[in-house]
């Protein structure tokens, strides 16, 4: 049961690179969300999307970029990185007809020096 | 603005008591609450559920209830077990997208 991949699980940047967190489930879920958690902090959205196609910005989207071409992917897109986006990013997903349940990815840590 | 709060960060128990985790929100609109689980360098994995239509959910050794008016709810585990010690999170939902995390209590159970 693999449930929702989250790669890579660590990763440093340097201060104005870029990467992409990668995020694939294989439960066909619809819909499929990105969070970050800050130490001492809840889990803030940072997008989300309800379908192949489909995406739209959560409570703190700024830095970020995403895309779903497919039910399975949904990658997070991180442009000119700064200090500011060093934290947990933890990507989740639910069914649209399974109840509220959403599943979460073991994370990833990027840390911005 | 908070909508979802967990007042206490941290809470210590001994072994075979009950742990009772506290979650205050300001929303009248959130119609679904969850409690998650987070061990260390995992994801946050589901506990438990309620809708706002029940005032109680219970699940082997977990039960959530829900007091609407007061716009808290709690979560019970008896007994509690040293594999409990995590982090604890609450969440709210409102429509379809619209989850909202508490920060996370982190319970300790002292064997």
């Known amino acids: 049961n693999a449930g929702v991949t989250q790669t890579p699980k660590f990763r440093i940047l340097k201060i104005g690179q870029s990467m992409t967190l990668q995020c694939t489930q294989d439960?066909?879920?619809?819909?499929m969300y990105w969070y970050r958690q800050d130490p001492g902090m809840g889990l803030k959205l940072i997008y989300y999307?309800?379908?192949?196609?489909?995406?739209d910005k959560g409570e703190v989207p700024n830095g970020y970029n995403v895309s779903r071409s497919t039910t399975e992917d949904f990658p997070l897109r991180l442009e000119l990185a700064a200090p500011s986006q060093t934290s947990v990013y933890f990507c989740?997903?639910?069914?649209?007809?399974?109840?509220?349940?959403?599943?979460f990815g073991e994370g990833s840590w990027l840390t911005v020096v | 603005d908070q909508q979802v709060k967990q007042n206490s960060p941290s809470l210590s128990v001994q072994e075979g008591r009950i742990s009772i985790l506290n979650c205050d929100y300001t929303?009248?609109?959130?119609?679904?609450f969850l409690w998650y689980k987070k061990y260390p360098a995992e994801g946050p994995t589901f506990l438990i559920s309620?809708?706002?239509?029940?005032d109680k959910n219970e699940d082997g050794r977990f039960t959530v209830f829900l007091n609407k008016s007061a716009k808290h709810l709690s979560l019970h585990i008896v007994p509690s077990q040293p594999g409990d010690s995590a982090v604890y999170f609450c969440?709210?939902?409102?429509?379809?997208?619209?989850?909202?995390f508490g920060t996370g209590t982190r319970l300790k159970v002292l064997a």
């Open positions: 309620i809708s706002s239509i029940k």
């Open positions: 989740a997903s639910r069914n649209q007809g399974g109840g509220n349940t959403i599943y």
């Open positions: 439960m066909n879920h619809n819909y």
């Open positions: 999307s309800v379908g192949a196609g489909i995406t």
């Open positions: 929303n009248s609109m959130f119609d679904y």
């Open positions: 969440a709210a939902v409102s429509g379809t997208y619209k989850y909202i």
